[in-house]
């Protein structure tokens, strides 16, 4: 049974351009979220994706989209890159519900502006 | 608003030694209280969880315990190895973790011969 997948693994863009990440969720799982985590810091919350809509959205602006498909896969998209924007970002997908809700967490996406 | 504190890094401990990571939180509500650990090139995974005062998650050796009165969540384990050298990061969430998860800045540990 595969995990959470992401790609790419690494990504160099440079100021002002787009960028469009790629998350598979464990198989049987129909909920995304997304995280960027900066060097040294820990992850904050973007948003999550449930039935190909946003359901709930951290403190990013609207440079942050995003997108879920029928398949629960789902893409991350950044416009007007900013050197701040340079970070890993994580996918993860949501088992169970209430108490017993458990998140599994891909390997991330290593993204650096120039 | 919510959030987490803990403790900064890097831990440097002898291999068999005690652990303790500590960790506060700020949260309106009755939140879930989670330990992730990050490994070199891996993402994150769920160490042990807690969902209400006084409970007490475990797992692999390592213990918190949910202390309304201090706001606190400190992980424990009694006799380190190498292999537990990562990133420990403590985290709240409103829900039962499934969804937005609160992460504090995360404390290095390196354990050493």
């Known amino acids: 049974d595969a995990g959470v997948t992401q790609s790419p693994t690494h990504l160099i863009k440079t100021r002002g351009q787009q960028v469009t990440l790629r998350c598979s969720p464990k198989s049987g799982h129909d909920t995304v979220s997304w995280y960027q985590q900066a060097l040294g810091q820990g992850p904050q919350f973007i948003f999550q994706y449930y039935e190909e809509e946003e359901r709930q959205r951290g403190n990013f602006p609207d440079r942050f989209s995003g997108h879920q498909f029928p398949n629960y896969s789902s893409e991350l998209n950044v416009n007007a890159l900013l050197l701040g924007d340079s970070a890993l970002y994580l996918c993860?997908?949501?088992?169970?519900?209430?108490?017993?809700?458990?998140?599994?967490f891909g390997s991330g996406t290593q993204l650096s502006v120039l | 608003g919510n959030s987490v504190t803990q403790m900064e890094g890097p831990v440097t401990l002898s291999e068999e030694a005690f652990l303790t990571i500590n960790c506060t939180y700020t949260a309106t509500g009755y939140p879930s209280l989670f330990w992730y650990v990050q490994y070199p090139g891996e993402g994150l995974q769920l160490l042990l969880k807690a969902t209400k005062a006084d409970d007490k998650g475990s797992n692999k050796g390592f213990e918190a315990t949910y202390r309304k009165e201090t706001t606190s969540f400190h992980l424990e384990k009694g006799s380190v190895q190498v292999s537990d050298s990562a990133v420990y990061f403590c985290?709240?969430?409103?829900?039962?973790?499934?969804?937005?998860?609160?992460f504090g800045t995360g404390t290095q540990l390196k354990v050493e011969l």
């Open positions: 985290a709240l969430s409103l829900t039962g973790g499934g969804n937005k998860l609160t």
């Open positions: 993860a997908s949501r088992y169970g519900t209430g108490k017993n809700e458990k998140l599994f």
